[in-house]
T-cell receptor, first 114, second 113 residues
């Protein structure tokens, strides 16, 4: 069965600090990987996704993630966070092609202090 | 504007009183899904639909029903709600499978007392 593990459940950073949120997945095949963001009181929005090709994926709002196949990881990074990045971040995995199930991690709450 | 519309946004109900949460998308997406979000558990899939009249159970389907009579609509039905169904519910749609990336609705916060 596929699964996603997000190690940091709550992260507190000061503005301008660098961010890295960990995500490890378990899946026995070719994967598609996602990061979603949920701002306070809002719905989830797609931040970035990896399907194939360049393992370094750039998303919206300056976020990027790197797919490291050998480590089954898809960590999210941002060089300098802003107060407006305060949100909950979800990593997700699905199989590649067809109607594949998407499994979400339990989320990481990021709090950015001005 | 491309969107997934859920109603209502907030709902308080009593145990056993049937309710329906509506979900509609205007993107001609084939795939639609319902998730519930609970603290410490993340998002768990309740039901999904690959197309009209094609639905299947997700990870936590007990106590829920769905139907897909039209491509745009995917209502979630709680025939006899119980307090353990108090949760935040999201409807999501995607072009084909969820692997294309979901568009989520704004959520429905349900409280069953």
């Amino acid at each position: 069965a596929q699964s996603v593990s997000q190690h940091n459940h709550h992260v507190i950073l000061s503005e301008a600090a660098s961010l890295e949120l960990g995500c490890n997945y378990s899946y026995g095949g070719t994967v598609n990987l996602f990061w979603y963001v949920q701002y306070p009181g809002q719905h989830l929005q797609l931040l970035l996704k990896y399907f194939s090709g360049d393992p370094l994926v750039k998303g919206i709002k300056g976020f990027e993630a790197e797919f490291i196949k050998s480590k089954f990881s898809f960590n999210l990074r941002k060089p300098s966070v802003q107060w407006s990045d305060t949100a909950e971040y979800f990593c997700a995995v699905s199989g590649s092609g067809g109607y594949q199930k998407v499994t979400f991690g339990i989320g990481t709450k990021l709090q950015v202090i001005p | 504007e491309a969107q997934v519309t859920q109603n209502p946004r907030y709902l308080i109900t009593v145990t056993g009183k049937k309710l329906t949460v509506t979900c509609s998308q205007n993107m001609n997406h084939e795939y639609m899904s319902w998730y519930r979000q609970d603290p410490g558990l993340g998002l768990r899939q309740i039901y999904y639909s690959m197309n009209v009249e094609v639905t299947d159970k997700g990870d936590v389907p007990e106590g829920y029903k769905v139907s897909r009579k039209e491509k745009r609509n995917f209502p979630l039905i709680l025939e006899s709600p119980s307090p353990n169904q108090t949760s935040l519910y999201f409807c999501a749609s995607s072009l084909q499978g969820g692997f294309y990336g979901y568009t989520f609705g704004s959520g429905t916060r349900l409280t069953v007392v």
